[in-house]
């Protein structure tokens, strides 16, 4: 049934880190631009990072020099890498594949809760 497969939340106190794993069904991570998402409580759903098929990178000023976005080749998954975190982003994490047909359908996503 899942396309997508988020992995890797959990809680941790503000300056740590965390890395997040996104798994997909067949040949979709390797043939499409993956993006991570999150949403907080009571706010939309935002895009966080994408990354090329070619490896070309984007992160949000919200979160650059923080988070990364990475391909994992070896384990067919793309991370996000989340360092120095904040209680801001304290969210529900969602990946996705920007297909030529538009986002996939969401996945369960995984909570990350940052504690001060």
């Known amino acids: 049934q899942e396309q997508l497969v988020e992995s890797g939340g959990g809680l941790v106190q503000a300056g740590g880190s965390l890395r997040l794993s996104c798994a997909a069904s067949?040949?979709?991570?390797?043939?499409?631009?993956m993006a991570w998402y999150r949403q907080a409580p009571g706010k939309q759903r935002e895009l966080v990072a994408t990354?090329?098929?070619?490896?070309?990178?984007y992160i949000a000023d919200s979160v650059k020099g923080r988070f990364t976005i990475v391909r994992d080749n070896a384990a067919n998954t793309v991370a996000l890498q989340m360092n120095s975190l904040k209680p801001e982003d304290t969210a529900v994490y969602y990946c996705?594949?920007?297909?030529?047909?538009?986002?996939?359908?969401w996945g369960r996503g995984t909570q990350v809760t940052v504690s001060a």
């Open positions: 996705n594949a920007l297909t030529d047909y538009g986002l996939l359908e």
């Open positions: 067949g040949s979709i991570l390797s043939t499409n631009a």
């Open positions: 990354i090329t098929v070619g490896g070309d990178t």
